[in-house]
């Protein structure tokens, strides 16, 4: 009606939808224009003064040995090469960061509101001193107050004669591929298939009986028995292959660098401390109600928590949550300080200083950061909606 | 009119943020002089090169050369002010126009003359790689160091020179990077590496900072090239001939056997006509530089000669206790050698 009220034939400026068409065209070209001219003013500025640009140097040979790499890396890698072991390395301490945070974050979460004095006074203390001091200043405690001033490798801390701690890190013994490796991994493929098959059945005959299932132990037994059989059949999937000390260093396993612990132990206690106030809020926004009505029906404190009170908690806490991963994946840029090779010391550090193409560099270290949070947002977003209380 | 509104303060907020404002080549010695002073960008600390002292003042032979310049320019070697850059920051520093010039013992290599916008006018200290390690490990060579864990200062030559001569010689290796050279060398001392790595005069002042320096020894074996030198930005002749000059006059002047002691009254008996032309006392050399006549009189009589500068930062007075070397004249047995003012 309004739309056929204000309508005139041909174009005209006081109808309003010519109008909003006229600003949204004007803005797109603007915004266009604008993007175009920046690019061309750095690009003539760049060839103005000589210095080189474009993404070229990616395939440049790199040069430099890197200390811990997760696919094979030799020197002559080209730069391409070590963008990407600089990005699986900020990968890991992401992963194991939030997986880690998020466990010690619910444990001191829950303890806060424990009834217990001694247990809520310590999670208190905990949440209030990691909370307050500067990420990079608990990095750097745990790297040169803790990790550095264990013995060097020759005098190591022996566990087995398989284990060493010292200040090089852990050394572990190194799983190499053996003959019964790949029928181990498809036998464990098996038996997560099992696993799910089995959970939907018995979830079936729970809904039209009412049967309860062990599904806990039939899915352990599954993962731990196919495999195993595997293993009796095919042979062990791995060698093991124990460090030993010659000269300088530990050769043979693997190697946990400490600057790798040192990061990922300051990450976790540290963005654990958020976690852990944030569960404690979603927790509290539980109405009470809920509690007095598990416990009229009979439900002790464990299955209350798990099975009521955080379900609904989850609503209050995954957005929160999910700035605290932000946050986590951000802050591992922090590594440049303790000389870990992740993406910002290895690609907008050494590449960038040695090529000098510092716009590229930058350019792409900020859209991989922008690229990993993303990711981690649309996940944890797919997983609250799925969670969502449906309300009628 | 709200949507005007916003639509002018997004015109003008663009139009702000593209005009970027490029220094225009040619155009670096008119800027100093109207600043009335040299922006100078040297190191976050190194012995010897560019350190602030007790009074916070930054002294080295890094330093020493903006001074002159500045000397040269300004007739006053104080109007210089200082910026302490990282290895990751300098070049970026000095292609943006944050500072003129670039004394920060920095390798002269073709990738970063040609490709950076920037040049290299001279080298100040001819140096080269060398290792550092503990007395302890018995090791008496860089051969020896098969499957060691080096600290290296990262983004600069050194990572690159250390893994070629470890892969030439068949050598393992582990290395450690850290942003600047204090923290790589705080690893060298908790033993998270066993050997420190760099150019041979950042060693020997790293070593004068470590709680026990006797129990650390400089391995004999110099691994590469480092010619360190003074860099300036590409396409500004004028001011690329000043630096390299100024370097040029320090060494004449050791030379001639003039120093801060002596200039004044060489440059007035005027008897010996190559310093006379070098003092200004004779000639126009200074006009085609576009400087004072006298520049490289008030050069060595604020700042020194290069023999002056070198002994006072780096020479047996000093903790670090470097020999003259490869940067004794070409007449003494090193390799400096300018060429003449005439």
Redesign the interface.
């Known amino acids: 009606m309004q739309n056929q009220i204000g309508a005139q034939k041909g174009f005209s400026l006081s109808d309003p939808r010519v109008r909003a068409w006229l600003?949204q065209i004007v803005?797109v070209a603007?915004v266009v224009g604008?993007g175009w001219?920046?690019y061309h003013?750095?690009q003539t500025?760049?060839q103005?003064?000589?210095?080189?640009s474009g993404f070229d140097f990616l395939e440049r040979s790199a040069?430099?040995?890197?200390?811990q790499h997760l696919i094979p890396y030799v020197?002559s890698d080209s730069y391409a090469r070590v963008f990407v072991i600089g990005l699986l390395n900020t990968l890991l301490v992401t992963f194991i960061g939030i997986i880690l945070a998020t466990l010690l974050g619910f444990i001191v979460g829950v303890a806060r509101l424990s009834p217990n004095w001694m247990i809520n006074k310590l999670a208190t203390v905990y949440v209030e001193t990691f909370r307050n001091i500067p990420p990079l200043l608990q990095i750097l405690f745990w790297y040169?107050a803790v990790f550095?001033?264990l013995p060097?490798p020759r005098g190591s801390i022996n566990i087995d004669d398989m284990f060493f701690i010292s200040?090089?890190g852990l050394n572990m013994p190194g799983a190499s591929m053996a003959d019964g490796f790949w029928p181990f991994v498809a036998a464990v493929l098996l038996a997560i298939v099992a696993v799910v098959l089995m959970v939907r059945h018995a979830n079936k005959r729970f809904d039209e009986t009412g049967e309860p299932f062990h599904k806990f132990w039939v899915g352990l037994l599954l993962l731990l028995g196919i495999p195993g059989v595997c293993a009796l059949l095919f042979g062990s999937p791995v060698h093991w292959e124990v460090p030993q000390l010659?000269?300088?260093?530990f050769?043979g396993g693997w190697v946990l660098i400490?600057?790798l612990l040192a990061l990922t132990l300051a990450l976790t206690i540290y963005t654990a401390a958020f976690i852990a106030e944030i569960v404690r809020s979603g927790i509290r926004s539980v109405s009470h109600g809920q509690t007095e009505a598990a416990r009229s029906l009979g439900l002790r404190e464990g299955p209350t928590l798990r099975k009521v009170i955080i379900p609904q908690a989850l609503r209050v806490i995954i957005p929160p949550l999910t700035s605290q991963y932000l946050n986590l994946a951000k802050n591992s840029s922090l590594a440049?300080?303790?000389?870990y090779?992740e993406m910002v010391?290895l690609f907008a550090?050494?590449?960038?200083?040695?090529?000098?193409q510092?716009i590229e560099v930058i350019a792409i270290t900020m859209s991989v950061y922008l690229a990993i949070s993303i990711s981690i947002s649309l996940l944890m977003n797919w997983y609250n909606k799925r969670i969502a209380l449906i309300e009628r | 009119m709200k949507?005007l509104k916003t639509?002018l303060a997004?015109?003008t907020a663009?139009a702000a943020?593209?005009a970027?404002s490029?220094a225009q080549?040619g155009a670096t010695l008119d800027a100093v002089k109207k600043k009335g002073f040299v922006q100078c960008g040297v190191s976050d600390g190194l012995p010897g090169f560019s350190v602030p002292d007790a009074k916070g003042n930054i002294v080295g032979i890094d330093a020493d050369v903006c001074r002159a310049v500045a000397a040269a320019v300004f007739g006053d070697a104080t109007k210089v002010k200082f910026s302490q850059l990282n290895?990751?920051e300098r070049?970026?520093a000095l292609?943006s126009g944050e500072v003129d010039v670039l004394s920060r013992n920095t390798t002269w290599t073709s990738?970063?003359d040609a490709?950076?916008?920037l040049v290299f006018a001279g080298v100040t200290y001819y140096d080269g790689i060398g290792f550092l390690v503990n007395k302890k490990?018995g090791v008496s060579s860089a051969k020896e160091?098969?499957?060691?864990?080096v600290c290296i200062q990262?983004?600069?030559t050194t990572?690159?020179n250390?893994?070629?001569y470890?892969?030439a010689n068949g050598l393992k290796?582990?290395?450690?990077?850290?942003?600047t050279s204090d923290?790589s060398a705080?690893?060298l001392e908790?033993?998270?590496c066993?050997v420190l790595t760099s150019d041979k005069s950042q060693l020997y002042a790293q070593r004068s900072k470590l709680a026990a320096p006797t129990e650390y020894v400089v391995l004999p074996e110099t691994i590469s090239k480092e010619p360190l030198g003074p860099v300036v930005?590409?396409?500004d002749e004028e001011w690329f001939s000043i630096v390299k000059w100024t370097l040029f006059a320090m060494l004449n002047a050791e030379e001639a056997g003039i120093t801060s002691k002596n200039v004044e009254e060489q440059a007035k008996s005027g008897k010996n006509p190559d310093n006379a032309r070098l003092l200004g006392t004779d000639g126009e050399y200074g006009k085609d530089l576009k400087l004072p006549k006298d520049w490289v009189v008030q050069i060595v009589k604020q700042v020194g000669n290069y023999g002056e500068v070198f002994e006072k930062n780096l020479g047996k007075s000093t903790p670090l206790q470097i020999d003259r070397g490869l940067n004794a004249l070409w007449n003494n047995g090193g390799i400096q050698y300018a060429p003449p003012v005439r």
Do not use: C, W
């Open positions: 600003f803005t603007f604008l001219y920046l003013n750095t500025n760049l103005h003064r000589g210095i080189t040069g430099f040995g890197i200390a020197e040169f550095l001033t060097g200040n090089r010659k000269g300088f260093n050769v400490p600057e440049a300080g303790i000389g090779p010391s550090g050494t590449v960038l200083n040695q090529t000098g510092a | 949507m639509t997004v015109l663009a943020l593209g970027t490029f080549a290895a990751k070049f970026t292609q990738s970063r490709g950076m916008g490990l160091l098969d499957g060691a864990t990262a983004g600069t990572e690159l250390v893994s070629d470890f892969r290796y582990t290395p450690i990077t850290f942003d923290e705080k690893s908790s033993g998270r066993d930005r590409k396409g």
